[in-house]
């Protein structure tokens, strides 16, 4: 008999934090679910801290390195339950996260895609994600790009979804190297509507050498040139898409990477943009600098957390 779920986690060289990652996994207080690990070509001691789990939910798959896409795309492929659990090798779940998404899962079976609010984890605090709107109840439906202005309510440790959904939003695209999950959401969010979980189950671990807090190379990132007509008679998706693209285009610019700035920028409506938005975008690098090393001071992530 299949398991109600199947979490997949994506590996690589995360030594330091797989260990408490899987614990968070293996204590759950919902116990039908495997685990399949896709190590993408670990070069550290990853392989070998995994290994010293002996649960027979965990099923361990070792490849060469070929990117986070791929990773989760040939997870959700092994996976022999229906609703695929997405978790990074870094991150963190509460112990009931997989015990309500079940029971928000059992009581709206006519959906597909299920999440739950997040919070950032650094080393000596825990700060939850300020959504640009305000739940009112436990469970409540949305429209992706309209309440991901702010913060994406989907992220890689924090969906849940129906494994078929895959033969009509696509997969992982492989070209991505780094924000090929937020392209996946937009996908998402094009087919599905998403049901929000208003509680803290998922914890996502700032590691400032990770991918999307190391990458800063635009041919890396996503271009959004794929939905240039649809974003013509979606509002949502337009201001989620320019929202994105300004991020991209300050990173861009601290860079130096002028060229692709003004790709972005060139993109964009500025009206989707609020008056302290449009002047970052247009303003000198210098201060661009300055306020980045000012708000590195808190020590917390300084770019849009999508990407």
Not at 41 to 65: P, Q, R, Y
Not at 89 to 112: C, P, Q, R, V
Not at 243 to 251: F, Q
Request: charged share 25%.
């Amino acid at each position: 008999m299949s398991p109600f779920f199947s979490v997949v986690i994506t590996l690589y060289n995360k030594e330091k934090y797989i260990k408490s990652t899987l614990e968070s996994v293996l204590n759950q207080t919902f116990t039908d679910f495997e685990i399949i690990i896709i190590n993408d070509g670990s070069i550290d001691n990853s392989l070998d801290v995994i290994t010293l789990f002996k649960d027979e939910k965990i099923k361990i798959f070792t490849s060469k390195n070929k990117g986070a896409s791929q990773s989760r795309n040939k997870g959700i492929e092994l996976a022999n339950s229906n609703y695929i659990a997405l978790l990074d090798g870094d991150d963190l779940w509460d112990e009931n996260y997989l015990n309500e998404m079940h029971k928000a899962i059992s009581t709206n079976k006519h959906l597909s895609v299920f999440c739950c609010a997040l919070a950032q984890k650094y080393n000596n605090k825990c700060i939850p994600v300020n959504y640009n709107f305000i739940p009112k109840q436990k469970y409540e439906t949305h429209n992706y790009f309209k309440s991901s202005f702010k913060f994406s309510i989907l992220s890689s440790s924090s969906i849940i979804f129906k494994k078929e959904i895959i033969e009509v939003s696509g997969d992982f695209d492989n070209t991505i190297v780094s924000g090929e999950d937020i392209d996946m959401w937009v996908r998402i969010g094009l087919n599905y509507d998403i049901l929000f979980i208003n509680k803290i189950l998922a914890f996502y671990r700032h590691i400032p050498g990770s991918l999307s807090n190391s990458i800063f190379e635009a041919s890396k990132k996503p271009t959004f040139e794929r939905y240039k007509c649809l974003e013509k008679n979606n509002k949502y998706l337009k201001k989620f898409l320019d929202l994105n693209r300004y991020s991209l285009a300050l990173m861009c610019k601290i860079n130096n990477q002028k060229k692709a700035y003004h790709f972005y920028k060139n993109r964009l409506n500025s009206s989707n943009l609020s008056l302290l938005k449009r002047t970052l975008l247009f303003c000198p690098k210098w201060i661009l600098d300055i306020l980045l090393c000012i708000k590195s001071l808190k020590k917390e992530k300084t770019h849009y957390k999508p990407l």
